[in-house]
């Protein structure tokens, strides 16, 4: 079972609706990484913080995303208004930074359906 | 820039023999990491396998094992003695040492084993 905690599992939502993602990284770990996975490639980084701070987030459509990581442990994805482009997996990962491979660790990740 | 390259869609291998998955990479940094994942339909990500680009070893985890060829830029996954739970879809990703810890994925190989 998978030790980094996303919630919701599945959300199917209509387009123009506002839609939330949680996730509780690993206890300990300073790095949180939100991806996007489209049915059938490869993950793509979204944003991904340091404790609080945003360290990268080029690739988040800051017009309708948004993430944060107030207090520097669980974070949220937010998309306002959803569209129907939007549809994929959302996977929350974390990382210890001292690690000797810096591998990340996936949860079981939100399916979003946008309709 | 640095990207990731999987040329197999999908493979086909028979119950306990060996198979190969095909990665190859390009970056002009000197210092980076290459990873395997396995994501199965439930949708996690599972990490397998890493390989340091200055590690002189080909690393190996139970079963897995990477090819690592540097001057190729390549870095195949052998899944040996496949079993029946090794049906997944397979990610080989790349971190470098300019970024802060993310990694870039490639589009995935589907692995189906047949009894």
């Known amino acids: 079972e998978a030790e980094v905690a996303q919630s919701p599992r599945y959300k199917i939502t209509e387009k123009s609706q506002a839609v939330a993602f949680w996730c509780d990284p690993i206890?300990?770990?300073?790095?949180l990484y939100w991806y996007r996975q489209i049915l059938g490639q490869g993950p793509e980084l979204l944003v991904q913080?340091?404790?609080?701070?945003?360290?990268?987030d080029s690739q988040l459509p800051k017009d309708r995303f948004s993430a944060e990581r107030l207090k520097g442990v669980d974070s949220t994805l937010k998309i306002q208004p959803a569209e129907l482009g939007d549809s994929a997996m959302y996977l929350c990962?974390?990382?210890?930074?001292?690690?000797?491979?810096?591998?990340?660790?996936f949860g079981e990740g939100s399916r979003l359906t946008v309709l | 820039a640095q990207k990731i390259t999987q040329t197999q869609p999908g493979m086909f291998v028979q119950e306990k023999e060996a198979v190969t998955l095909d990665c190859t990479y390009d970056?002009?940094?000197?210092?980076?990491?290459l990873f395997w994942y396995k994501q199965p339909s439930s949708g996690e990500m599972i990490f397998l396998i890493y390989?340091?680009?200055?590690?002189?070893q080909n690393a190996t985890e139970g079963r897995y094992s990477l090819n690592f060829q540097k001057a190729r830029k390549s870095a195949n996954l052998v899944i040996s003695a496949s079993q029946l739970g090794d049906s997944a879809m397979y990610f080989c990703?790349?971190?470098?040492?300019?970024?802060?810890?993310?990694?870039?994925f490639g589009q995935g190989t589907t692995l189906q084993v047949k009894p």
């Open positions: 990962a974390s990382s210890f930074s001292g690690g000797d491979t810096g591998e990340l660790f």
């Open positions: 206890s300990g770990h300073a790095t």
């Open positions: 913080f340091q404790d609080e701070s945003v360290v990268d």
């Open positions: 970056t002009s940094d000197p210092s980076y990491g």
């Open positions: 390989q340091g680009s200055y590690d002189q």
């Open positions: 990703a790349m971190r470098y040492s300019s970024n802060t810890g993310k990694l870039i």
